[in-house]
Nanobody
């Protein structure tokens, strides 16, 4: 099993930045893929960014060039650096991990982009 604990959400003005953190309960070397999804009110959950244990990254089209996913293996933590935030980035952001063919989710952290 994997427990995921997110932090770093909050309120930010348009054009601002936030960094989300996702701490895993086990070594992320053993986790095939980790990533971030988000869900806005009335919308389906969508993939924001993923990173494999080999370092391959994928980004949703709406965040390319603005968001960066990276990992700190020593801290068993994956981060999402979000720059140039827009009001449409407002959502609950969920950390995700695929480990041993099972999917794991964090509890979610709210990101609100508003002036």
């Amino acid at each position: 099993q994997v427990q995921l604990v997110e932090s770093g959400g909050g309120l930010v003005q348009p054009g601002g930045s936030l960094r989300l953190s996702c701490a895993a309960s086990r070594s992320i070397f053993s986790i095939y893929v980790m990533g971030w999804y988000r869900q806005a009110p009335g919308k389906q959950r969508e993939s924001v960014a993923t990173i494999t244990n080999g370092g391959s990254r994928n980004y949703g089209d709406s965040v390319k060039g603005r968001f960066t996913i990276f990992r700190d293996n020593a801290k068993n933590t994956v981060y999402l650096q979000m720059n140039s935030l827009k009001p449409e980035d407002t959502a609950v952001y969920y950390c995700y991990a695929k480990y041993s063919s099972a999917d794991y989710w964090g509890q979610g952290t709210q990101v609100t982009v508003s002036s």
